[in-house]
């Protein structure tokens, strides 16, 4: 039987999302900036060993999002790991899970954000980014249908630059196979990092399980959404990914500062190099809305437990959308986008979200038959590759990573504390 959200009968959403708004929505936090941005790095870490670091996310990934999905059936309440820690292991990891979430992903809003501005108008790149969290956090006030359908269409145009830069670079008489080789400069450790900053890029689909109070049917609907979700993905980055390395080698690839629009140019189509550029635009778009989304749902959740203060669980009563938290996100992500530099947000953030799924899978081990376990193996593949993607990051998002959860920390003390008098 699955638990019911917490939280007064004002606070509870309604369940408006099918199954494909609900896939729709994991394609649009993974098929988004991502896939226009951390090749590069990743590259620059793993070498020829690229499409290695890739499978290697990937698994993890699918570990994490089985996990997730099993948890998310059995717990179908806006909060994703915060509520599944704090059911399974205990209100100290449920904190734990939603403060590693909001702050690595409200990072990675301004990243997303700063995207934006980069392409639109990089004289203005702030502007533009603070306008653009301004538009899409009035437009998820507006109601989560009305996201969704903004996302399907992002979606959809994303996939379409993608495919053009894929057929072109691949029939392209730039294309060398030889390039896909894994050479001596694919070492363990570098192989590692990569996974680790390509896991940015694969970590949306825990928003369709951050949005289970409002998914119909979420017990049925969750557990086929997340791994159809992650399975388009993996098709379209590893599509994506070889095409930029057999135009471009591991080298050159690892210094492109817009990968696929080199990749274009390079394959004699520079006219597409603009059309690349827009899609990265409007990929970080997609991926803004959906990180204002999944951040405030755990928002709402953890200030219905008064993790948070209790203000944000207020949910519209017209919209049914958590507004307070929607609009106090917007907020700080303005703020960020303002007064930071988030060049190393791609780290900064997997860390937080690989710490987000270590605590999903250590929840899931937890289980039992009766309750939708999945198969063992799963949750130790993805408690131990969260584990150890998260140590081989680059050392300042290790460092960062691990004073924002001592922070975590020592807040959820500062709270019982307080509680206690």
């Known amino acids: 039987m699955a638990v019911a959200p917490t939280g007064a009968g004002q606070s509870r959403l309604e369940r408006r999302l099918g199954l ?61 790991t915060y509520v599944y820690g704090r059911e399974r292991l205990g209100d100290f990891w449920g904190h734990l899970a939603g403060w590693s979430f909001v702050v690595g992903k409200t990072a990675s809003c301004a990243a997303m954000a700063l995207t934006v501005g980069a392409y639109v108008w990089p004289a203005h790149e702030r502007e533009v980014a603070v306008a653009a969290v301004a538009a899409l956090t009035a437009l998820s006030c507006t109601g989560v249908q009305k996201a969704a359908w903004l996302t399907r269409t992002i979606v959809a145009v994303v996939l379409l630059v993608l495919a053009a830069v894929v057929v072109a670079s691949l029939t392209s008489g730039q294309a060398q196979a030889a390039r896909l080789d894994i050479g001596a400069d694919a070492g363990v450790h570098g192989v590692l990092q990569g996974a680790g900053l390509l896991f940015f890029a694969f970590a949306g689909y825990a928003r369709i399980a951050t949005l289970g109070e409002e998914v119909r049917d979420p017990g049925r609907t969750i557990p086929r959404a997340v791994p ?184 959820y003390a500062a709270r019982r504390t307080l509680n206690g008098r």
Do not use: Q
């Open 20 to 80: 494909r708004d609900a896939v729709v929505i994991g394609l649009g936090s993974m098929i988004g900036a991502g896939v226009f941005s951390a090749p590069a790095p990743a590259a620059a870490a793993a070498g020829s060993g690229l499409l290695l670091g890739l499978g290697l996310a990937a698994v993890v990934a699918y570990c994490n999002a089985t996990s997730s999905a099993r948890l998310a059936a059995r717990y179908p309440a806006s909060g994703g």
């Open 228 to 411: 159809i979700a992650l399975g388009i993905t993996l098709v379209v980055y590893a599509a994506v990914a070889a095409s930029a390395l057999a135009v471009l080698g591991p080298e050159r690839l690892a210094g492109a500062a817009a990968p696929l629009a080199e990749t274009v140019r390079a394959a004699g189509a520079p006219a597409l190099a603009p059309i690349a550029g827009a899609g990265a635009a409007i990929a970080a778009l997609g991926s803004l809305l959906a990180l204002i989304l999944g951040v405030s749902r755990t928002m709402l959740a953890m200030a219905r437990d008064r993790h948070l203060p209790p203000a944000l669980a207020a949910v519209h009563p017209r919209t049914k959308v958590p507004y307070r938290a929607e609009l106090t996100v917007g907020a700080v992500v303005a703020v960020l986008v303002l007064a930071t530099d988030l060049r190393g947000a791609i780290g900064f953030s997997s860390f937080g979200v690989l710490a987000y799924y270590a605590i999903a899978n250590a929840s899931a081990w937890t289980l039992t038959a009766g309750e939708g376990r999945p198969p063992r193996i799963v949750p130790v593949l993805g408690l131990t590759g969260c584990v150890a993607l998260a140590v081989s990051l680059p050392p300042i998002s290790v460092l960062s990573g691990g004073a924002v959860l001592a922070a975590g920390a020592v807040l």
